[in-house]
């Protein structure tokens, strides 16, 4: 063989070589070639599948039975609230009435004691009334008693 045509070979077969080692090196942590295992590590994957359903079923009907709870305190809630507002309304109206019932009170109050003013000053006047025509009777008796001279 010619000198070019053997270097060519050498060339390519020691690519080849260095190729194949790297290929090797590269791929033979990564590679996996057990079918067994592969087909048991499916079956398991696929036989655990049922236990997760019936557990995300479980949990599905918590999570419904929760809900259920929430939404009948949420109606609870709302006719306790319901309730509050009618009772509150109905004590508004009781205020109401008992403030007119207090001003009623107060102006009936205002009259009986202007009236009791009123009543008391008559009363006053009638009297001082009496006592200055008894005095006025007594002083003009004896201013008619002193001219008379009987004093």
Do not use: H
């Amino acid at each position: 063989m010619p000198k070019s045509i053997q270097g060519y070979f050498i060339r390519v077969f020691v690519s080849t070589c260095i190729l194949f080692t790297v290929i090797l090196g590269s791929t033979a942590n990564a590679a996996s070639a057990n079918i067994f295992s592969d087909i048991y590590n499916g079956w398991e994957r696929v036989s655990e599948l049922p236990g997760e359903v019936n557990a995300l079923q479980e949990s599905y009907k918590q999570t419904l039975e929760q809900l259920n709870q929430t939404s009948a305190q949420l109606g609870q809630a709302q006719a306790n609230v319901e309730a509050f507002k009618a009772q509150n309304d109905q004590l508004l109206a009781q205020n109401q009435k008992l403030t007119e019932m207090v001003s009623k009170l107060q102006t009936e109050q205002d009259a009986r004691t202007a009236t009791a003013q009123r009543i008391q000053t008559m009363v006053i006047t009638i009297v001082a009334l009496i006592l200055g025509y008894f005095l006025l009777i007594r002083v003009m008796r004896w201013g008619m008693r002193r001219r008379s001279g009987r004093l």
